[in-house]
């Protein structure tokens, strides 16, 4: 066995309706007082904030909120959130909502207590010193950020910046499935189709593929191939919301030791200057990806055939087909955007968008199949 290594988040607890006895669960977990709360002003009109300020309020917490978190984070949301923390001295940080608001609160974690700049954390292992005190909620069953220990921002250049070090995972995390019920279907779709790729760059990442990101992606591809179109047809069904948040939640598991490759690299820009949701940027190239790939990866795509419940036949090209029929009809039976044109993007915009995938060498390098921007052009080609 080739040697490797495996670090998660330190304490989950999976507990429906946890998130209205949120003050109890920091008074087990943390020693704190003023905590700064990151979400987003849609929470806040869903009322999904009232009950998380309420229970820790009565626990005695003073609670400051930072609200002005939006998809694609730009980075100098990052840094107002980190700059409350320190003018009101708050000693913990809670991250509450979607992948944009986990992200931010981590950055802010870590900068409300350290010399460094942001620009200073960019890259890997970047970040000096520690953070305060974090725990994660997410409200989408996506992008599995509150287990992995990468941020990204989006930096005035429309270009997606990421900061990967072992202080940005956080202390806790807190499954609540219950926040995500009557999450919009295309919401629903977008965040687990996300976590499929997650799942699936996992299991196939050229560097850091190991025994345990290979169990949990396949667990995690088992939990939402069987239960995404469920929720996105049905958002209250509670059986279907747990098994897809806890696999997103394994999929984040999975990516954070074996790091995600050429869907998300040729997706990035997608996000950085069209701003189309990361998921649905996701779902739009992982079929021509997974086409890509196939020439060297069709073996590991076989395997998984099995994973998301298909026949298997024996022949790696055909499980390997049905592979990508299946989360091809799963993609478009979702109600997710099968072309680029679908989100405002035309053929002249993607010569300009090959060229930002390549800045995404973080990303490709952990691709089974080498991508040169001659191969991206032609990807996004693919789905126009």
């Not at 086409?291 to 036949?313: D, Q």
């Not at 299946?326 to 405002?344: F, K, M, Y």
Request: with cysteine; hydrophobic share 45%.
């Amino acid at each position: 066995m080739n040697a490797f290594s495996f670090s998660t988040v330190g304490t989950l607890l999976v507990e429906w309706q946890g998130a209205a006895r949120l003050g109890e669960i920091v008074g087990q977990h943390f020693k704190a007082q003023r905590i700064l709360l990151v979400t987003d002003s849609g929470l806040v009109k869903a009322g999904l904030l009232a009950p998380v300020e309420a229970s820790l309020a009565s626990s005695g917490y003073t609670v400051v909120r930072y609200t002005d978190v939006v998809a694609d984070p730009p980075a100098l949301l990052a840094e107002e959130a980190a700059e409350l923390a320190r003018e009101q001295r708050c000693d913990m940080v809670i991250g509450l909502g979607g992948g944009s608001s986990l992200d931010v609160a981590k950055i802010a974690a870590v900068l409300a207590s350290s010399r460094q700049t942001l620009n200073d954390l960019y890259g890997i292992d970047k970040v000096n010193g520690s953070r305060l005190p974090l725990l994660q909620i997410p409200t989408t069953a996506g992008t599995g950020s509150e287990v992995t220990n990468i941020a990204i921002l989006t930096t005035r250049e429309n270009s997606k910046m990421g900061v990967v070090a072992p202080q940005l995972y956080a202390d806790m995390v807190l499954l609540d499935a219950e926040l995500t019920l009557g999450l919009p279907s295309i919401h629903t779709a977008a965040a687990g189709i996300d976590a499929m790729v997650h799942a699936i760059e996992a299991y196939t990442s050229a560097h850091k593929k190991n025994p345990i990101s290979d169990a949990l992606a396949r667990e995690a591809l088992r939990l939402i191939s069987r239960n995404l179109l469920l929720v996105c047809h049905d958002g209250e069904n509670r059986q279907a919301r747990e098994a897809v948040l806890l696999g997103a939640l394994l999929a984040g598991q999975a990516f954070a030791n074996a790091p995600v490759a050429a869907v998300h690299a040729l997706a990035y820009p997608l996000g950085g200057h069209f701003h189309v949701p990361h998921g649905l940027s996701n779902a739009l190239m992982l079929i021509p990806v997974l086409h890509y790939n196939a020439p060297a990866a069709a073996p590991l795509y076989a395997e998984l055939a099995s994973a998301i419940g298909l026949p298997t036949s024996g022949d790696v090209q055909e499980d390997t087909q049905r592979f990508i029929a299946e989360l091809t009809r799963i993609i478009t039976a979702s109600g997710a955007p099968q072309r680029l044109r679908d989100v405002g993007i035309a053929a002249a915009h993607l010569p300009m968008l090959a060229k930002d995938a390549m800045q995404q060498t973080r990303l490709l390098i952990n691709n089974p199949v080498k991508v040169r921007e001659e191969d991206a052009l032609r990807l996004y080609q693919q789905v126009l």
